[in-house]
């Protein structure tokens, strides 16, 4: 099969948690891409754990195979995979590879017990990371992917861990509805979304002579800029073409989201001139910080949303459980004490398992496995 065809089965199954569908799709990729074609663009919420199997068992190892050979052409001259893994796995092979295994331990745990997460307490797990990590803004979460070569599904792979581990930790604890009602009543503020803005700003570098403490030629570069993209340039490529910074290409000179009272706060300048515009407008007039002009372009305005315990009662009870969980040394020493781990790969025979998590995506929340006691 084809990459694309690898490719397509794996669209597919991400998006449909169907074992019917990725069957099919293996032996006859073409009809799934045309099916693709008729299938509205996917939500995010999927049936993650039995998509996770079926592409542990099926997909990855074909993907694996397929991939290119390099991982960049440096100069011309290919930089293999292998060398980048090989640096990889010798920086922080075995302590992934302990936590590769302790997540293992963790769901055999939660099948056995009867504990693995459902769909739904998947969504909510994912509403959380969204609010706590990007502040619910969906470009925030892909420049977080870009940035760091990371994977998405990578990063549900551990969210279905992390939720297993709680629902672990967490048994014998007495949820009811008054506890929760109560305990919301308690951190009401806390579940409140304020106001907030995203925007885009662009440093432009100094040109020409300094005249009383500032640039008069880059004001007028910022003028061009600003005319630049009101006829039609892409912010981003214009940040990339005239910015001052180069590694603020990358994030697209994102700012935000950022509440628009903090932000009036700390530079009313910046708020007064985003004020008036309307989503993917570019303020006229650059903004001067300090001795640099800037160009802005609002992005996007949030508004407010109050408390709603019904709406967010799946994180008021993630947040309630977080309280009241087995401490992670004894949960971690008792996975460890009936479990029986015989390494297959000789670089690490005869190792013995530290019980040390280490995110693979780096993320920390309330209740997760923490890298450091």
């Keep these: 099969m084809t990459r694309a065809g690898w490719q397509a089965v794996l669209r597919a199954a991400l998006a449909r948690g169907d074992r019917a569908l990725l069957r ?3 032996d006859d990729p073409a009809a799934l891409e045309a099916w693709l074609a008729s299938v509205p663009r996917p939500a995010r919420r999927r049936r993650w754990p039995a998509v996770l199997a079926l592409l542990a068992l099926l997909v990855l190892p074909a993907l694996s195979q397929d ?12 930089l293999s995979q292998s060398s980048y893994l090989g640096w990889l796995e010798q920086r922080r092979g075995a302590e992934l590879a302990d936590a590769a295994v302790l997540g293992e331990l963790v769901r055999q745990a939660a099948a056995r017990a009867g ?7 998947l969504d909510g797990a994912w509403d959380r990371i969204l609010q706590q990590q990007f502040r619910y803004s969906e470009t925030r979460y892909q420049q977080w992917l870009r940035a760091g070569g990371r994977s998405e599904a990578v990063l549900r792979e551990e969210i279905a861990v992390q939720v297993a581990q709680m629902k672990l930790r967490g048994r014998g604890v007495s949820v009811t509805e008054a506890a929760l009602q109560a305990y919301f009543q308690e951190h009401q503020a806390a579940y409140e979304q304020p106001a907030s803005l995203e925007y885009r700003q662009l440093v ?6 300094k005249v ?3 640039w008069p030629a880059s004001r007028t570069k ?9 006829d039609g340039l892409a912010f981003e490529a214009a940040l990339a073409r005239f910015g001052e910074d180069p590694t603020a290409a990358a994030s697209g000179g994102l700012v935000g989201p ?6 009036a706060a700390q530079s009313a300048v910046v708020s007064a001139a985003l004020e008036p515009l309307v989503e993917g407008q570019v303020a006229p007039e650059p903004v001067l ?9 609002l992005v996007r305005r949030t508004p407010a949303q109050p408390a709603d315990y019904q709406r967010q009662r799946a994180l008021v009870e993630a947040d309630y459980l977080t309280t009241r969980l087995q401490p992670q040394e004894q949960f971690v020493a008792q996975l460890l004490a009936g479990a029986t781990v015989q390494w297959q790969s000789p670089r690490y025979a005869g190792r013995t398992l530290s019980g040390r998590w280490v995110s693979p995506n780096g993320l920390t929340l309330p209740g997760w496995l923490r890298e450091r006691l």
């Design 24 to 26: 099919a799709g293996l």
């Design 67 to 78: 991939s290119p050979a390099a991982l960049a052409l440096v100069n011309g001259q290919p």
């Design 115 to 121: 504990l693995s997460p459902t769909a739904g307490e």
């Design 204 to 209: 432009v570098p100094p040109t020409g002579a």
């Design 212 to 214: 009383d403490g500032l």
């Design 222 to 230: 910022a003028l061009e800029i600003i005319a630049a993209v009101r």
């Design 258 to 263: 950022v509440p628009t009272a903090q932000l």
């Design 289 to 297: 910080l300090g001795d640099r002009y800037q160009v802005l372009q």
